[in-house]
Structures are given as C-alpha cells and as structure tokens.
C-alpha cells in the first residue's frame, strides 16, 4: 500500500470510504462480530435465526492482480473482499488472529481470492437489533467457507501469547472525546487517528497488526481522542500484515516487538498506554478439511 492510503473506520452505524478503492468496513462489524471468540459468536446466532444463514448469491474467483492491495466490505446483507488468502476470510469470519488458526495446506496462505456476495433481505435485518445484526456477516461467512472450501474445522484449548493492554507508568495520555464526535479511526501507514474511539477499538486494531490478539486492561471507559505514529518496518498495514516474521498459524511464537520495537515504544510514549506479552488459554481453530473453492 502507498504511505498515503487511509482508511476510515467509523463507530457509528454509517458506512465510511477510505482513500479511492483502498477499503470500506462497517465498523460495527469489524470491531464486534470479526472480534468475538468463535464459541461466544456462535451461541449468539440463535438471536438472528430470523435471516436466512447463507448468502443467495455468490462468486468467489481467483484474483490475478499481481498486487498486496486489499479490500473489504462488510455488511449484514453483502460480503466482498479483494486479493484475500483463505487464512484472511477465516479470520473474518471466525474472528481469531492468525496465531489461533492450525493446519490447513500451504495454499492457506498463498492462493488468494476475490469475492461477492449478497442477500436481498434488508427489511428483516432491519428489524434485528444491533447486537444481532453484527453476528449476521460471520454466520453467512462460516457457511461459504464450510460450502465452497469444503471448510471443516474443530476446537481445542491452548496457552498462546498475547498483550495486554495497560495504563503505562505516568498515566494515559489520551484525550477524553468531545461530546458529539463521530467516532472514527483513520489509519495509514504507520499512523492511527482516534477519533472518539473507546480503547477497545484500539486494541482491535492492534491485534490485527500485530497477529496477536491485545486484551484491553486499562479500565477506561469513554471515548477518546488519540494520534499514533510510529517508524514502519515491512508491512504494517491492518490486512496486509498476514503474518509475524513470516510465520502463521497456532504454532507462531516469533514475537512483534522483537521484529519492530518501535510501535510499543510509541504506544507507551504518545498515549500512555503499555503492551505485555503474557500467555493465557485461548480456543484456536484446528482444520481438518479444506478444498480450493468450486467454480461459480
């Protein structure tokens, strides 16, 4: 991606375009449902068992662009990304980081697709609540993996690496938001701007740029106004940074601050705030099948 590639993450239900053709997320979305641990996400779909769990429509084709560029849309009634691995959906739709997905053949990492599906029922969505409509984009997700790749997978309990966000000696440095602000993230290269962002959503995102999941313990509440820079080293991008130090899968222990010291030490600088590594029981994905996808 170029230095000068944004993208714009809104909290609010509206939907918000990055730089031209970069990306485009439902924030809601990417910072509830691709989140949540694969056992609570599940228990939770029988509150929008109302919606059909597939999509009508459809196509996933191989994408030859030759290109790192990503992109994503996601909404309760359409799916579409671009120049994704079958590791990155996973991801999407089971909202686990790479270091919680085992198996799977080396294609995991290396073919990459385009996909577009729709469903043409936005009256019954509108009547689910906001909770539930956030579930609707990964049950559909996990149904095409488990149809078109013929994904099956099950669970098992290990001790993985992780961070947990804290307050840093000397206390946050974060703005508390404005009353009536947007709430939104822009983020670029080696840049992330807070706009009345909680800092859950924060460690969301660091989670996806590190490949590791952040727990938020720090104990504050509100939203917050924040700018985050740092030095980049390779890439550093939400969905371009596929793996830590070349490495993928539940079997990683390469450890990002070691690789790129500089974030961490710009995390506790400019916002207060510290990340430390710890190990704690996670659920991880372990796949058991999965077949290049079937022609449209």
Do not use: C
């Not at 859950?200 to 985050?228: C, H, I, M, P, Q």
């Amino acid at each position: 991606m170029t230095k000068s590639t944004v993208r714009k993450l809104d909290f609010s239900r509206k939907l918000l375009l990055g730089a031209a053709g970069v990306v485009a997320v439902a924030a809601p979305i990417a910072f509830g449902l691709l989140n949540a641990t694969p056992s609570r996400a599940g228990s939770q779909t029988q509150n929008s068992a109302s919606v059909t769990p597939v999509y009508e429509v459809a196509s996933i084709k191989p994408n030859t662009s030759g290109t790192d560029m990503v992109k994503i849309l996601v909404r309760p009634d359409e799916f579409a990304a671009a120049n994704f691995t079958l590791r990155m959906l996973i991801r999407e739709a089971y909202g686990v980081q790479d270091n919680q997905i085992s198996g799977g053949p080396n294609w995991l990492n290396t073919e990459k697709y385009d996909i577009e599906a729709k469903n043409s029922d936005a009256g019954e969505l509108g009547q689910l609540s906001e909770d539930q409509r956030r579930l609707v984009p990964g049950r559909r997700l996990r149904a095409l993996l488990a149809d078109r790749f013929k994904l099956t997978l099950h669970r098992e309990t290990k001790e993985l690496p992780v961070y947990t966000m804290v307050i840093a000696n000397g206390g946050p440095k974060l703005q508390p938001s404005k009353a009536g602000g947007l709430g939104n993230m822009e983020i670029g290269r080696g840049q992330v701007i807070g706009q009345g962002a909680p800092t859950g959503a924060l460690a969301s995102y660091l989670s996806r740029l590190l490949g590791r999941n952040v727990l938020d313990k720090t104990e504050l509440k509100g939203n917050y106004d924040f700018t985050l820079q740092w030095p980049t080293i390779g890439k550093t991008s939400l969905f371009e940074k596929e793996t830590v130090d070349g490495q993928s899968g539940a079997n990683s222990e390469s450890s990002p601050e070691a690789s790129d010291p500089s974030i961490f030490t710009a995390i506790e600088e400019q916002l207060g705030l510290k990340l430390e590594p710890q190990k704690v029981p996670m659920e991880i994905l372990v796949i058991d099948q999965v077949e290049k996808p079937s022609k449209n």
